[in-house]
DNA sequence: AGTTGAATAATCAGAACTGAGTATATCGCC
DNA sequence: GGCGATATACTCAGTTCTGATTATTCAACT
């Protein structure tokens, strides 16, 4: 993942120069349905790329605003960003989900209990989705490709938790079935 | 992602008192089709347990091979384990794919490039999918739950890459298309 | 009797990451 | 014109994580 957010902000940098604090605006408020990049490692990322030759750094002082810094990609890490962004596309890293441990241990909690639990990540998936849904319509076309590839995963854990609930429908307790499904 | 962890060896202690390394050893053998947890940050987290009190360890001299270390759950770690179990099964926590980054500037590359990169990832990905699906059968039922889960997530990587090819292909230059669909 | 290599069981230095904090300027409002 | 709220721009101490390395035993081979 570090590569990848590497390859974010050199691909940011290499729009526009910007500052620091620019930067982390634009991701924050355009880019947070898909990216989580705190702001203090934006400014560590930023940093690292600096050490390696990527981007360059200049110190602004205007008049007596606090001192701050402007970031711009060297030829080296416009180099960088095409080796990045090339290998961003074609590898693909086998994922690793939370929620498969939940399950291998999910049978030591009573059926009733498990089934309760289940509904409710059911619910806050559909809530996540019908967000994604949304944004789906108000983005501009260039987010159009992100958000269907969310939406693809948010329908495939939707489609498995399902079938969780069904399976352990089936053996749980006639009261708890009646209740979910009143 | 770290409570998820926690969960995991707290579980697996919960089961059955274990060495460090027999420890590490089940986790690399049995669970490396869905959980990444190196044998160092294993051993990082035993002993953040030891230190929170949910896990206890004794040190083992057994004539002179090299000491080791029991590591066994305290009655604190069972509500622990039963708190983080319930959380995990509860919660949904959104995603962030790597792949999105690359997509958001994909468009900086020649379409020929670019498709023949998707290609490439297409492959690694029916790849990995073919390596789930052999385990599907190989594996005890009781890890049936979790390559499903996985395998719907595949699914929804292969479609959505294979829908990105497809309006790729319609732009890039008659040769590069062919070449691909002979 | 000595050497090599696998298995066992960690430890450690350093890299990556985060939450909380620092410091100044500017803006609105009473 | 004074005062809190908000915006700007980081810095830093502490936590978490990883690759490389250490150290011992045991069995096999020479």
Redesign the pocket.
Known sequence: ??MDRQLLLLGLLRAQEM????LN?FIDEQMNFCVDL????A???LD?LCRDGYVAEEVERE????E??VYRITPTGEERFQELLRQNLAAYEPSVYAEDIGIIFEHQLAPDESLRLMRMRREAILAHRATMEALHVSLPPSHTAVIEHHLLHLDAEITWIDRLIATRSSHASPQATDTASS
Chains 1, 2 share one sequence.
């Open positions: 993942m570090t500052h620091g604090y620019q605006e705190k702001r203090s490692t400014y560590y990322l690292k008049g007596n605003r606090p701050r810094k």
